[in-house]
């Protein structure tokens, strides 16, 4: 096996993807048969700067670089081979935010993440021109708001992307997006698989810049279509090495969102994933179009075009690996050094000896805004009552509600308020990582099943390849949902854990809880 592997390096029968995560920067390497054969990560994190999050070009192509070197190093180790070729390539990153270029490729301003809480007028005043949901992530609610706001630089933009559409401009000199990605940035018509076009024409009524707008997004790119080929620039961009040739063909850039959907196989009609790390959120593919707007509910759609609800929190798992660290540190000054997965799983276990509500203990995870609780700052914190039963169990259990309490918000619109039917709920992301704990707090929270994969662990880099690897290998007339049915998930096992009763009873009285103390997380967050 290790001789076909080497082969396969050799020969260029791989593809590789590359994910732009909040925390980590992560690469998988897949062979012919799409497991993975080699990885590659790197760590790194954003910071607020003058009331921006943000990460600076220089942050980007250090971690890109990183990455790649810690993927080519464990190809090394492992088989002996250089990478030199590479059969397909694939981007993906955080979605949203706002990355503004001038006619000089020029950066006009530092790139302002998907965590930025700063658009709510522009919001606001498009949502009722469009009559449709404009989330503050969108890039063009960061557009409308510099429009608003009157900053200088939007009269000199050329183009404008999110951060996986630059890595591949860069890599590639391509201005493109796959359509997940892009509906990220502006609303997407499924029946044509582009921008939609009385929106376009709405937008440009609103402002009395040179540009129209159309002009100055990426242009709209379907899973399967060839994106472009790594330019000799940037194969030296990805790997300083020079080792790395060009010529390699590139999918469609896609968005975290996306390739969380390929990981868990989500793109069809009534299934649905919910992401759990940093960030946290829910998607499920429609059958048929909402009947109402609803600020909670961002419509997007599966690299495919199908459309897609999504309910999205900034916040899941910061706050809660934080007390983490925070316990450890307490372990190492008794002189017990820890390893962190085990800590983890510890912890995590701890919790399912605590009481399903938490025993009067009720914990926020805010460390930024969240739209959804109408925050647009955050401030974590944890309440208890006076004779609330304060153990280490009730005190991780409520975190680990606290990371899923805000999504069970905006998905009781969607399940209850507009009817919309799913039939699984596939779950990824380091909230699962220690196992059982993550997916049965989720399942009380969803009151549904949830699955999870013995691929979830691979996550978006993973998805992102094998978009690359679908791009490079799609029949004609084939489909990407039967391309993972038939060729990625034929034989692949996975865990589903159905809600257990006292802990639904348990998470919906912590809930209310939740709701009526949001009063004081708010006032927390207008003392400053």
Not at 109 to 134: D, G, H, Q, S, Y
Not at 233 to 239: P, S
């Amino acid at each position: 096996m290790n001789e076909a592997v080497k082969e396969a390096i050799r020969t260029g029968k791989t593809a590789l993807g590359i994910e732009f995560g909040s925390t980590r920067i992560k690469a998988v390497l897949v062979d012919e048969s799409h497991a993975p054969i080699a990885m590659g990560t790197y760590d790194w994190e954003n910071r607020l700067e003058n009331n921006i999050w943000t990460y600076s070009l220089e942050d980007i192509w250090k971690g890109l670089q990183g990455c790649y070197k810690s993927l080519t190093d464990d190809v090394e180790a492992k088989y002996g081979e250089k990478l030199t070729t590479l059969g397909s390539l694939g981007f993906s990153g955080m979605m949203h935010g706002y990355m503004p270029f001038n006619a000089a490729g020029e950066l006009l301003v530092p790139f302002r993440t998907w965590r930025n809480t700063m658009t709510e007028e522009a919001c606001k005043k498009l949502i009722p021109v469009f009559n449709f949901n404009i989330p503050q992530r969108w890039s063009i609610a960061h557009l409308y708001q510099a429009i608003l706001s009157g900053e200088d630089h939007v009269k000199d933009i050329a183009f404008f992307t999110t951060l996986a559409g630059y890595i591949h401009w860069k890599l590639s000199g391509e201005k493109v997006l796959g359509i997940g990605e892009a509906a990220g940035m502006f609303p997407i018509d499924s029946t044509i698989m582009d921008f939609d076009q009385k929106m376009l024409d709405q937008f440009d009524g609103l402002h009395n810049f040179d540009w129209k707008i159309r002009d100055i997004l990426p242009k709209v790119l379907v899973a399967g279509e060839p994106a472009g080929v790594l330019t000799a620039e940037g194969a030296k961009l990805l790997d300083s090495t020079g080792t790395l040739q060009p010529g390699v063909p590139m999918c469609p850039p896609e968005g975290d969102a996306g390739t969380g959907m390929v990981a868990t196989n989500s793109v069809a009609v009534r299934t649905g994933n919910v992401s759990a790390g940093t960030s946290i959120f829910a998607m499920v593919v429609l059958e048929k179009a909402m009947e109402k707007v609803h600020e909670e509910i961002d419509m997007v759609t599966t690299p495919d075009g199908m459309p897609v609800a999504m309910v999205h929190c900034n916040n899941c798992t910061s706050d809660l690996n934080a007390w983490v660290n925070l316990l450890g540190e307490c372990a190492e000054s008794f002189g017990v050094k820890v390893d962190k997965n085990e800590l983890y799983g510890v912890l995590y276990r701890k919790a399912l000896e605590g009481a399903a509500d938490c025993g009067g203990v009720t914990a926020y995870n805010y460390f930024s805004g969240e739209p959804i609780t109408g925050l647009d700052a955050g401030r974590p914190m944890v309440v208890r009552t006076p004779d609330a039963d304060f153990s280490l169990a009730n005190f991780m259990r409520s975190h680990l509600y606290s990371a899923v309490a805000t999504l069970k918000i905006g998905m009781d619109i969607l399940l209850k308020e507009e009817h919309v039917a799913v039939d699984s709920l596939m779950g990824h992301g380091g909230f699962f990582k220690t196992p059982v704990v993550g997916q049965r707090v989720m399942a009380a929270g969803m009151n549904a099943p949830i699955t999870v994969m013995d691929t979830a662990s691979e996550g978006g880099a993973w998805g992102i390849a094998i978009l690359a690897a679908f791009m490079k290998e799609k029949k004609d007339g084939e489909t990407l949902s039967s391309y993972l049915n038939d060729k990625i998930f034929a034989g692949q096992t996975g865990t589903t854990l159905n809600p257990d009763p006292e802990d639904v009873k348990g998470f919906d009285a912590f809930l209310e809880e939740y709701k009526k103390l949001l009063p004081a997380e708010k006032a927390a967050v207008a003392a400053k």
